[in-house]
C-alpha cells in the first residue's frame, strides 16, 4: 500500500495536497486515526521541520505539532533565534499510530513501522516538490530515517548541517534543490528526559546551527 495513487498529480499549492491527504487511505492507519494531519506553515518557508507523526492532541485538532511537544518545540525555535512563524512543520507519517488502553481507553502512541513511514513518503515528497526550502530539520529518529534513509542514526550525527545527500536511492527521491538538512532531537524527547533542562538546552544548541546558516 502507498500514498503514492491519492497524490494529485500536478498539485499547484500545499493547500491542495492537505485537501487530496484528507482523503487518503494509502496505508491501514487511517482506519483508526480521526483525520489526516498535514503540513502547515507558509508556502515558501526557508526551514522546514519535519517530526514523526501527529499525537493524541494533533489527531483530534488536526494540526501538527499542537499537543506538549510543539509548544516545546515552539520555545527551543524562538529562543534559537528561528523565525517560528516563518517555518514549515509537518511530519514524516500523517496520520496518529496508537494503541488504546486503561480506563476511558487512553490513545498510546506508537511508533511508525518501515512500511508505514514508506507508505507516506510519497505526501513528504510533494510537499517538499512544493516548498523547496534552504534547511530541512529532521527531528528524532523516525524523521532523519525517512530522510536519510533507514541506517541514519540521529545520536551519531545530530547537530551537524549537512548538504542534502542526492545520490542516495531514498533521498534522491526529494528535489535536488533542496539545500541542506540537520537531524535533531524530536521534542518530545525533552519531555521524557531524566533532566529536562539539558535536553531542551541540546535542543536550542543544535537549532542555532540552523539559525547561523541563515
Wanted: hydrophobic fraction near 45%.
Amino acid at each position: 500500500m502507498s500514498a503514492e495513487e491519492f497524490v494529485p498529480a500536478g498539485a499547484g499549492s500545499i493547500d491542495d495536497l492537505r485537501a487530496a491527504a484528507a482523503k487518503c487511505q494509502g496505508c491501514h492507519l487511517y482506519e483508526d486515526a480521526t483525520q489526516t494531519v498535514f503540513g502547515a506553515g507558509p508556502p515558501h518557508a526557508r526551514v522546514v521541520l519535519v517530526g514523526e507523526q501527529p499525537g493524541d492532541i494533533e489527531d483530534r485538532r488536526g494540526a501538527p505539532f499542537v499537543g506538549p511537544a510543539g509548544k516545546v518545540l515552539d520555545r527551543a525555535v524562538v529562543e534559537a533565534g528561528l523565525d517560528r512563524a516563518g517555518a514549515y512543520v509537518t511530519n514524516a507519517v500523517k496520520h496518529f499510530k496508537f494503541r488504546s488502553t486503561g480506563p476511558g481507553r487512553r490513545r498510546i502512541h506508537q511508533t511508525p513501522d518501515r512500511a508505514e513511514i514508506v507508505a507516506c513518503r510519497p505526501w513528504l515528497v510533494a510537499e517538499f516538490g512544493l516548498l523547496r526550502p534552504e534547511v530541512v530539520v529532521a527531528l528524532g529518529a523516525t524523521a532523519a530515517k525517512a530522510l536519510l534513509g533507514p541506517s541514519f542514526r540521529v545520536t551519531r550525527q545530530r547537530g551537524v548541517l549537512m548538504p542534502w545527500p542526492d545520490s542516495a536511492a531514498e533521498p534522491a527521491d526529494f528535489p535536488s534543490s533542496t539545500g541542506q538538512i540537520l537531524a535533531t532531537i524530536h521534542p518530545s524527547a525533552v519531555l521524557r528526559a531524566d533532566d529536562r533542562d539539558e535536553a531542551f538546552a541540546g535542543l536550542v544548541t543544535d537549532l542555532r546551527v540552523v539559525a547561523d546558516a541563515l
